[in-house]
């Protein structure tokens, strides 16, 4: 359909060009036949049509091997003169458009679409496509991109686009530039595609996204759609809809803020395994006492609900930033007056004041300032921007909450790491002795900074482990959690979660736990333990090493023992 | 009345009519057949194809194609009457069959194309 679109655009723009070429042609040569000439014994002739052809092809393009087969009369040269200003005209005129063909922004616009489709058609991966490029997204797709998954990216803006195909990301992340709510474009994009595994649509506008969310169902029923809401309306009505995935950030926040309330240790290990921006070097506290929240927006609603929920004793300052910026005429909070407000909520005696209004400069002066008349204040902003996460950075704030880093760390675990997400959801049910527990083990074995990744017992990610087992071989996870330079040493790596088969979870199997065909772990292990971890599930050498403690031998070396003894 | 319809009229028409005459005569007797009407039927045929070009319709389409089996034809003729009377150098009198012959079948493409024009022409409401 595109290639013969783009086949029109030429069509349409040069049928002038070829008509006026083969007019100034024709009469050119049918002057030259016609004129009579000279030979070079003095007999007059005339021109062939080959000679006439050949010559005012020449001549037009301004080669000019000069006057065959014989010198020109004078009638003919005059003749020449006139046919060199009509031919030479026409000619340049048709090259001429052309080069304005090659030029037309909509001839370039096409060409785009036809490599974009035929790229797309030849994806025969999985990928994920994704609305838009922001901020929330071009995190979620520098995450995505370095687990080597494919993505597809739609943006109105081409300028978004250049700043993506600069980013340079391996393996290559298909863009282009269209309306993201128009059926075609998504079509283009490969929705309809079974390879394809989600749209991912976060927009901050939720009447956008639920109208795609709703377009992509139609389009494709079975499809996976991650959607951002901001309300918990919003997001009912998307569950009515039959969209499962949706993201609301202050949901999430305020889950992980109850969270940190009433279980701190369970905090401590959510922080500790899934590594936010801000992960603790050691044990950390929300204090117990009075909070002050400054601004009542979604954001404060959803904190106050987990104040109340964890029976904490909380403070409202009502504060909306852009009834403030319109009244002060400035996005600085902290004069006399907002001082005696900070008063009024008992600033003094608080232990902890949130920012959670929509502007993140007012946020910070609403911190600084509190700090300034309490300076053992804790600390917490809503961030919501990444932008200014390095001025929040240096004015010590003790806890910031990135909105555009939770959605896109959340769907990006959605995607990518499902079993983590599961395992996540499990440790919120916990109790907050068990996370000290767990939190206490991962210190000691993996130690602050772990890395979660992933594996399925199938032959693509475990395969000397999976044709061990399809042999008819068990092996439980003691056996395989070893170190390879030592056998007697357990590697450094902690079974989270696995999930087998039948979708069962087990969290935390210990090392008795007989492994299945594609069963899936979730494990925490250093760096170092996880490719350790890796070579020993999938070379068979260093399999057979761990669970037999002896060396493979090769045929050859067989024969040269047998020979030996 | 439309314009771009008394154009391309004029120009599928006179592609026939010039080829007629170029192909009307006996076929060996090169007399009959002047090239000053082969060349004229090849330009007029040329304009003919480019001025089909960039109809999207089915008639379109097929008007296209008739008029590209024409210029393959004349073309060849003309090929064929340049290698005799240049190349080969044997003389027009021998090719004279071929080439006729083969302006005979660009004829009856261009039929073909006046005929389909008129049909169009004719089912026009305006």
Redesign the interface.
């Known amino acids: 359909m595109h290639s013969s679109n783009i086949l029109?655009i030429i069509?349409?723009r040069m049928?002038t060009p070829?008509?006026v070429i083969?007019?100034t042609?024709?009469i050119t040569?049918?002057g030259l036949?016609i004129i009579p000439g000279v030979d070079n014994q003095g007999h007059p002739y005339h021109m062939?049509?080959?000679d006439a052809f050949y010559f005012v092809t020449f001549m037009a393009s301004t080669i000019g091997f000069g006057e065959i087969p014989y010198e020109f009369t004078y009638a003919q040269r005059l003749w020449v003169l006139f046919s060199i200003y009509i031919a030479v005209i026409g000619w340049f005129y048709a090259i001429g458009a052309l080069v304005a063909l090659i030029q037309d922004q909509k001839l370039i616009s096409e060409l785009h679409l036809a490599k974009f489709s035929r790229k797309i058609k030849s994806l025969k991966e999985p990928f994920v496509i994704i609305l838009g490029y922001n901020n929330t997204t071009k995190e979620l797709i520098r995450h995505l991109n370095e687990d080597g998954k494919r993505i597809v990216v739609i943006d109105k803006s081409q300028e978004k686009i250049e700043e993506l195909e600069l980013e340079n990301f391996m393996p290559e992340v298909y863009a282009l530039k269209a309306n993201v709510n128009s059926p075609d474009t998504l079509k283009l994009a490969g929705i309809t595609k079974r390879n394809c595994k989600a749209t991912v649509t976060l927009f901050d506008n939720d009447f956008k996204n639920t109208k795609i969310a709703l377009l992509v169902r139609l389009l494709n029923p079975k499809m996976n759609v991650i959607v951002k809401s901001s309300t918990k309306e919003q997001s009912e009505h998307l569950k009515n809809l039959g969209i499962k995935s949706s993201v609301n950030p202050f949901t999430l926040v305020a889950e992980r803020f109850y969270l940190a309330l009433a279980s701190p240790n369970l905090w401590n290990l959510e922080m500790l395994l899934f590594q936010h921006k801000q992960y603790v070097k050691s044990y950390e506290e929300f204090p117990k006492g009075k909070y002050i929240i400054c601004g009542y927006g979604i954001m404060g609603t959803v904190l106050k609900d987990a104040l109340d929920k964890a029976k904490m004793e909380s403070v409202f300052i009502d504060l909306k930033s852009s009834n403030h910026k319109l009244k002060k005429k400035s996005a600085i909070f902290g004069d006399s007056q907002d001082y005696k407000l900070l008063l009024e909520a008992g600033i003094k005696n608080a232990a902890a004041i949130i920012a959670a209004t929509s502007d993140d400069l007012i946020n910070l002066t609403i911190l600084l300032t509190a700090k300034k008349i309490n300076p053992d204040i804790y600390t917490i902003a809503r961030e919501n921007t990444n932008d200014d996460i390095t001025i929040f950075n240096s004015a010590k704030i003790d806890r910031a909450y990135v909105i555009e880093e939770v959605v896109s760390e959340h769907v990006h675990r959605q995607i990518s790491q499902p079993l983590a997400d599961r395992f996540l959801k499990e440790l919120y049910k916990q109790t907050d002795e068990w996370g000290l527990e767990l939190s206490k083990t991962i210190r000691t074995t993996t130690g602050y900074n772990p890395e979660l990744f992933e594996i399925r017992v199938v032959k693509s990610q475990a395969f000397a482990l999976t044709d061990y087992l399809k042999n008819g071989g068990s092996v439980n996870l003691g056996l395989i959690a070893r170190d390879l330079s030592d056998r007697s040493k357990r590697a450094k790596l902690i079974f989270l979660m696995v999930k087998n088969r039948k979708k069962e979870i087990t969290l935390l199997p210990d090392d008795n736990y007989e492994v299945k065909v594609s069963d899936r772990f979730l494990i925490a292990a250093t760096k170092e333990a996880k490719d350790n971890f890796e070579l020993l599930v999938n070379n068979l050498n260093e399999f057979h090493y761990a669970i037999t403690g002896k060396e493979l031998k090769n045929w050859a070396l067989k024969i040269f023992e047998k020979k030996e003894s | 009345m439309n314009t771009q319809k008394v154009i391309s009229g004029f120009f599928i028409i006179l592609a026939m009519t010039l080829n007629f005459g170029f192909f009307y005569g006996d076929i060996d007797n090169f007399a009959h057949h002047s090239?000053?009407e082969l060349?004229a039927t090849i330009?007029v045929n040329?304009?003919a194809t480019?001025?089909k070009?960039?109809d999207?319709t089915q008639l379109g389409s097929v008007l296209l194609a008739t008029s590209l089996v024409a210029d393959i034809q004349l073309i060849a003729a003309?090929i064929v009457w340049?290698i005799s009377?240049?190349v080969a150098n044997n003389g027009i009198t021998d090719s004279a069959q071929i080439i006729v012959s083969l302006s005979g079948g660009a004829l009856m493409a261009n039929i073909v194309s006046v005929i389909l024009f008129m049909g169009d022409t004719l089912k026009s409401k305006r």
């Open positions: 029109w069509i349409r049928r070829f008509i083969i007019v042609f024709a040569i049918l036949v062939s049509f080959l | 090239p000053y060349f330009v040329f304009i480019v001025l070009l960039g999207k003309s340049g009377l240049y």
